[in-house]
């Protein structure tokens, strides 16, 4: 596992932990049963990595090459 995937774990507990919950919001997305898709947040997270020691490439997401490709085309 690199250290993206430890970072992005790390960030994904810490929001479930510490996030706050739109339940109780008005909020517009909805799962196909028609009951509102709420959400937990966390605002102001910031993940820094040393290139010099690996490229931050996280391998447990699945990363489309054609969604890649029109990012890095788009900048």
Sequence with gaps: MSYA???FIAMCRDILDH?????GEKVRPKW???SYAYTMKR??????Y????EFPAITLRKTYIR??????LWI
């Design 19 to 23: 996030g706050y919950s739109t339940e």
């Design 67 to 72: 969604s890649a490709i029109d990012e890095i």
């Design 43 to 48: 605002f102001g997270i910031i993940n820094r």
């Design 5 to 7: 995937d430890t970072v």
């Design 32 to 34: 196909e049963d028609g």
């Design 50 to 53: 040393d290139l010099s020691k």
